[in-house]
């Protein structure tokens, strides 16, 4: 029996995707189904799957496993044997022709009316399997052989098969009727030589207007074919024939060939009409061969006639299979819906059924070897291959965006990598040249890979890299439990030995950075902020493992517990100490602020230890900048580090600022305390000096908390250090006078060496006289600006600053040192112009800032009257060139070129 040949070529894709007349397979819904059939793709449930089913319309079991099986087995007894082949309709006797012919003894009976010859005396027991019924019931269901001798004319023993066949035509199916048109003849072909012997029932044949006889030569016609046929080797056997029947034969036989003559739309009717000639030639009277299974002694003699003359030599070319057209039309119908059932059964991922449908599709076609069948069947062999192209084709997308939700894509893949499992069967029975097997390891391998190369990228110093290993170890956790039944288990302790070994050596080499920087030597504000990120790291790896549940990675962070409990505590200690250097400080500066003490120039030297102070305030800001490390070192006792920074940053910004007003109002006391010794005057400036270099420091060090208002107050420091360190210059240029009686209100005059040392007396004594009346005018205004418009002191004042700046330039004027220190005495203001143009500068400046604050911008109106005036001066090029560099970084400041 010919196999069905699979055609391997159609699992290419691209070639699936063109198979015609084919629902798709709706992979993307499809669930691995239970033994229960509980879950549902799409929206067909179990109920409605089961009522889409089809039943069949025929036994394909009882066919292929039990008919065309017998046929086959038949097939193996004739198998390279000469064989005499009776064929009939059912009911004409053949089982009874071949107990005669075998030498079987009968008595006859009545059964319902019917004679019936039963068999009495076995010539041969493996005649048992030939069954004898009466009436017109078959009782041969496949072809049936026995091996019979006989002597030939010259005496010799020979032995012939005799095969009794089913009767064609009978009413036990459509599987009766293509076993008998397929099997019977897939097992004669295999015969050495055929000896045809056609058995009629003499009584019947002309029933129905010859309808017995013809189905019965049609089927003679439909099993030697169409085209050549030499009859000439048949014989012919008549049953039921008494009397005078024997003679009538050819007479009746006649008749038929005439009535086929004259009706030319009867079927093949040219070979009837020669097979009718042949049997006419054959059945003359006193030729005619007739069987009586009452005269028993004339059986050898039938045999040896029917015997003698020509036979089927080549079986194999002279048998062709056949099937009536309403078997073709049933077996068509139930292959297709054996592919309907598969679909559907692919559809709800039943792949059991969809085997067993396959299964009984491909074995119908390869038990029939009909062209037809073959057809047929290669659809649902295309549906199958289709099924597992696009099932791999959605792994393989699935496996490709995996990444982007592996909580919900993750279930998918492994429902179809199961489901995928499930199909390897199929595959196996399709043909496909695909691997199922290799296909899911190497998509398993794929997601294990690119989950330990996840891990091999995880970088400790970047934040939220804990999140990605926990991720990462998570995710294939969830992989190997997913996949189990898919990967053997030494894989699985394999890949889990590796993931473990990863993580080993990722988290180890961080735990010996971290000893070196915080358990070695005592950890700082600088390494806890270098090293904050592998701290968190750690810290959340081992809440990680201390919480998580993982299936498969047996992992513990026990090992490293020790070192952890060390990093911890030389942390804690640290933040304990650095609370205590805040508290102590922080109360110190809050009585200062209260006015709990008059400030002094002791004060200052609170800050003294600004590094210290720094470094603690700092090294609690890394700690309180990790939620993780922070309840790491005690949850319950740790303090509120963040508000303690908040009071600590507030106490150091308020004491600078006031430490700076304390300076400011020092130096000004110093500068306008005209009347004070100007040695003690001196000594107090360069306390200031040093007072300030001292607090800037300190500022310097804090820059950082609030930059804006640090950076003003060293700015202002800096002019106090300045104007302090020129007023220190300028007291070195002053003449020392050994006695002055300007503070005890005597008359200024000049001295004898002055009046001895001059040709212009007179002018001496009048310049003396007018500073007295300046003398004068400083006690009663405290000032020495006289304006310009008093005529005669004024304009004298006016010509002393100009005779400073030719003394000054060396040129020749009556300016002396003495006339200096008379002036300077009385806080002489030298550039009274200079002064007040700064004076008023610094004043509109405040008033602009004020401003500002309020509104939000610079922009003030010049009808706003000497403020909008002054700012409109401010923006000119004129004024902007001739300001200096302070006054520009103060408008900086406020933003006053941005609006």
């Not at 069954?131 to 006989?150: E, H």
């Amino acid at each position: 029996m010919a196999d069905i040949e699979i055609e391997v070529e159609d699992s290419n894709p691209e070639t699936m995707k063109n198979t015609d007349n084919m629902n798709d397979v709706d992979i993307d819904g499809m669930e691995v189904e239970d033994e229960t059939m509980k879950d549902v793709v799409g929206n067909m449930d179990v109920e409605d799957y089961t009522t889409e089913l089809k039943k069949d319309v025929m036994d394909i079991d009882l066919l292929v496993d039990d008919l065309l099986k017998a046929s086959k087995k038949a097939g193996e007894e004739i198998a390279n044997k000469d064989v005499l082949l009776q064929i009939g309709l059912t009911g004409a006797g053949k089982t009874t022709t071949a107990h005669y012919l075998a030498g079987t003894k009968f008595e006859e009976e009545d059964v319902d009316g019917f004679a019936h010859y039963k068999p009495v005396e076995l010539a041969n027991e493996n005649l048992t399997k030939f069954a004898v019924s009466g009436g017109a019931k078959s009782v041969t269901t496949t072809i049936q052989a026995v091996c019979v001798p006989f002597k030939r004319d010259d005496g010799r023993d020979d032995s012939i098969t005799i095969c009794d066949t089913p009767g064609f035509g009978d009413s036990k199916g459509v599987e009766q009727d293509i076993s008998n048109g397929l099997g019977i003849i897939h097992a004669l072909k295999g015969a050495a030589s055929i000896k045809p012997v056609i058995c009629i029932d003499q009584r019947t044949m002309d029933a129905s207007q010859w309808l017995p006889l013809r189905k019965n030569l049609s089927t003679v016609i439909a099993m030697i074919g169409r085209e050549s046929i030499d009859f000439s080797p048949f014989a012919y056997i008549f049953t039921r024939c008494e009397g005078k029947d024997k003679k009538r034969i050819s007479k009746k036989l006649e008749g038929f060939r005439k009535v086929i003559q004259e009706d030319p739309n009867i079927e093949d009717s040219d070979i009837l009409y020669a097979l009718l000639t042949d049997m006419i030639s054959k059945a003359k009277p006193g030729e005619a061969i007739c069987i009586d299974p009452e005269e028993t002694d004339d059986a050898p003699d039938t045999l040896k006639r029917l015997l003698s003359g020509s036979r089927l030599n080549n079986p194999a070319e002279s048998f062709v299979n056949f099937c009536s057209k309403e078997s073709m039309a049933t077996l068509s119908v139930q292959v297709n819906i054996l592919i309907h059932n598969l679909d559907i059964s692919l559809k709800v991922a039943n792949m059991d059924s969809a085997e067993a449908y396959l299964c009984k599709m491909i074995g119908l076609a390869k038990a029939l070897s009909l062209p037809e069948v073959d057809q047929d069947v290669q659809k649902g062999i295309r549906l199958a291959k289709k099924f597992v192209t696009q099932l791999s084709s959605n792994i393989e997308s699935l496996t490709a965006r995996i990444f982007s939700d592996f909580g919900e894509m993750s279930g998918a893949l492994s429902s179809k990598l199961h489901l995928l499992s499930k199909s390897a069967s199929i595959c196996n029975i399709v043909g496909m040249d695909f691997n199922c097997c290799s296909f899911i390891n190497g998509i398993t391998e794929g997601l294990i890979s690119k989950i330990r190369q996840a891990i091999s990228d995880v970088d400790p110093t970047v934040p939220q890299s804990a999140e990605s290993l926990q991720q990462s170890i998570t995710r294939f956790d969830s992989t190997v439990t997913l996949l189990q039944g898919l990967m053997d288990s030494d894989t699985i302790e394999k890949e889990t030995s590796t993931m473990i070994e990863a993580i080993k050596n990722l988290i180890e080499p961080i735990f010996v950075a971290l000893e070196v920087s915080l358990v070695s030597s005592d950890p700082t504000s600088t390494t806890l902020n270098e090293t904050i990120d592998k701290v968190n790291f750690i810290v959340a790896m081992n809440n990680f493992f201390g919480l998580s549940k993982l299936s498969t990675l047996n992992l513990e962070f026990s090992e490293w517990v020790s070192g952890l409990d060390n990093i911890l505590h030389n942390i804690d200690e640290k933040s304990q100490n650095c609370v205590t250097n805040l508290e102590d400080l922080d109360k110190s500066l809050d009585e200062e602020l209260l006015g709990v003490k008059e400030w002094s120039y002791e004060s200052l030297l609170k800050l003294n230890n600004s590094m210290e102070h720094k470094e603690c305030r700092d090294f609690l800001q890394a700690v309180s900048s990790s939620e993780s490390l922070s309840s790491a070192i005690d949850e319950d006792s740790t303090p509120d580090f963040k508000s303690m920074i908040r009071d600590f940053d507030d106490y150091v910004t308020k004491y600078s600022q006031q430490s700076t007003y304390f300076l400011q109002c020092k130096s000004q006391t110093v500068f306008d305390n005209v009347a004070g010794d100007m040695a003690g005057r001196v000594k107090e400036a360069k306390v200031i000096i040093e007072s300030t270099d001292s607090v800037i420091e300190a500022m310097t060090t804090f820059e950082d908390i609030e930059p804006t208002i640090f950076k003003k107050a060293i700015q202002d420091l800096n002019d106090v250090k300045s104007r302090s360190e020129h007023f220190i210059e300028d007291s070195k240029k002053a003449p020392v006078r050994h006695s002055h009686d300007i503070r005890r209100g005597k008359t200024l005059a000049p001295t004898g060496e002055e009046l001895a040392q001059t040709n212009r007396k007179k002018a001496l004594l009048g310049w003396y006289k007018k500073c007295n009346e300046l003398k004068v005018y400083w006690k009663k205004n405290g000032h020495c600006n006289v304006p310009q418009k008093d005529p005669k002191l004024g304009l004298w004042v006016f010509t002393q600053r100009q005779n400073k700046k030719r003394y000054e330039a060396g040129l020749k004027t009556a300016m002396n040192d003495e006339k200096l220190q008379h002036l300077s005495d009385m806080d002489f203001h030298w550039s009274v112009r200079k002064e007040r143009e700064s004076a008023v500068w610094d004043q509109r400046y405040e008033e602009l800032k004020k401003f500002q604050e309020e509104h939000g911008h610079c922009r003030v109106s010049q009808r706003s009257g000497r403020l909008g005036i002054w700012v409109m001066e401010q923006r000119s090029k004129r004024i902007r060139s001739r300001n200096n560099k302070g006054r520009l970084e103060k408008l900086e400041e406020i933003g006053f070129f941005n609006s």
